[in-house]
């Protein structure tokens, strides 16, 4: 890719393609323990289909195993001109100043065992007139157990706590907020943490909001398995499945209508199948 990246914009790219890597291997090593031989299969594109990949690109990692059933990692660093509708609703964009440059990972795993939760995790660095960290974990179970709730949210505090006395509350309220699905009066799931608009005004505060950034992939990386492990062959009933496909329902419904991210990729011109690959392969509405 053409797009010309800045020092700090280098390093997040770089992190963001890394913690990638290190997920991937992950699940794969899962899905091995389960027998299976499931690997992501990797498909690089350019945002606006431009060849040159002046506007930035990305990669979609996709896999559909025996115990993911589909999980899409991406990873994209891209830059231009917002539309100016558009750009009026962005942090630090106006029509005035409608250029931008954003890169992250996203990713979203929907399991094939109604007992495992689903869960989505993304971190992105943004730049227009200002630059700023943005991210989150959230656990999605079609069937929520206390413990894996209380491990998941224990594991975000663990990587909240160094950074700010008041980060996890506020975090957390914040996921609590923004997973809500107004026309269902439900929540998409059992939360996690969402945060954006950790603006960065020096080196310093690139240091550590990156530092911040790093310590809830980390969180995710180290807890997720965890959980799928502990639940990936725990018998399920016909019942169970119908649970499962009515509750993704209510997942696609929100990626559909509030998602910032989904709107964000569409406005971007990013590649359409990176991002509805949120979406879930199966859903049902009674």
């Not at 899905?31 to 431009?50: H, I, K, L, V």
């Not at 909240?160 to 809500?180: E, Q």
């Not at 998409?188 to 020096?202: A, C, K, P, T």
């Amino acid at each position: 890719m053409t797009l010309q990246l800045d020092a700090q914009q280098a390093a997040a790219r770089a992190w963001f393609e890394s913690l990638r890597d290190r997920i991937c291997a992950a699940f794969e090593a899962i899905e091995a323990e389960a027998g299976s031989d499931a690997r992501f299969g990797y498909t690089p594109w350019n945002r606006d289909g431009d060849p040159a990949g002046e506007g930035g690109g990305g990669v979609r990692g996709l896999m559909k195993g025996r115990v993911f059933e589909k999980v899409g990692v991406n990873v994209s660093t891209v830059g231009g001109a917002f539309q100016p509708e558009f750009a009026r609703t962005i942090h630090g964009a106006g029509e005035d100043n409608p250029g931008f440059f954003a890169t992250g990972i996203s990713l979203v795993a929907h399991m094939a065992n109604p007992h495992v939760p689903a869960v989505h995790m993304n971190t992105r660095f943004l730049t227009t007139t200002k630059r700023w960290f943005g991210g989150g974990a959230d656990l999605n179970p079609p069937i929520p157990y206390d413990a894996d709730t209380e491990a998941f949210h224990a594991r975000l505090k663990a990587a909240c706590d160094p950074h700010g006395a008041d980060y996890y509350d506020r975090f957390k309220a914040w996921a609590d907020d923004y997973f809500w699905i107004p026309h269902r009066q439900v929540h998409r799931g059992v939360g996690g943490i969402f945060y954006d608009h950790l603006d960065v005004e020096d080196e310093a505060g690139f240091e550590a909001h990156f530092a911040f950034t790093r310590d809830v992939g980390e969180a995710f990386l180290d807890i997720f398995p965890k959980i799928v492990r502990a639940r990936m062959h725990q018998s399920a009933s016909d019942e169970d499945r119908r649970r499962m496909l009515n509750f993704r329902g209510r997942y696609a419904e929100f990626n559909l209508v509030y998602d910032r991210g989904t709107l964000f990729g569409l406005k971007t011109g990013g590649n359409i199948d990176a991002i509805l690959m949120s979406l879930p392969p199966e859903a049902t509405w009674e």
